[in-house]
């Protein structure tokens, strides 16, 4: 038996230890946590858990975004998931399209003069 993790095997002998400590030690002292746990009611409709790896850098900005709009993370990632999945299949706007276009052409042709005044200003 092996964990997910190729480099940490896990013997059968190391899952026994783990479970006779489990059954024969006390865990009632263990303090409880400061604020307990609220669930949802059972009537809420369920969420589902997707971890997303980012690069950093994507990371910094859609939490810049999330905070200068007042909202989460999660909920700003959220909304872009169901703005995409409701445009899903539709015909693109031309319009929109060629200001996406527009606006990363701009972005691509700003970056080298914002490197270059940020270049000058730490020789100075």
Not at 13 to 33: F, R, Y
Not at 45 to 70: I, M, W
């Amino acid at each position: 038996m092996s964990t997910n993790d190729d480099h940490m095997p896990l013997a059968d002998a190391d899952v026994a230890a783990i479970g006779d400590w489990l059954a024969t030690t006390d865990l009632s002292g263990l303090s409880e946590s400061a604020a307990p746990v609220e669930l949802p009611p059972a009537d809420a409709p369920a969420t589902v858990v997707r971890p997303v790896r980012l690069p950093y850098e994507l990371d910094a900005l859609v939490k810049a975004l999330a905070e200068a709009r007042g909202v989460s993370m999660s909920t700003l990632i959220r909304d872009w998931i169901a703005a995409g999945v409701a445009a899903a299949g539709q015909a693109p706007d031309p319009v929109t399209e060629l200001r996406r276009g527009l606006d990363m052409a701009q972005r691509a042709l700003d970056a080298p003069a914002a490197r270059a005044i940020a270049e000058r200003r730490e020789a100075a």
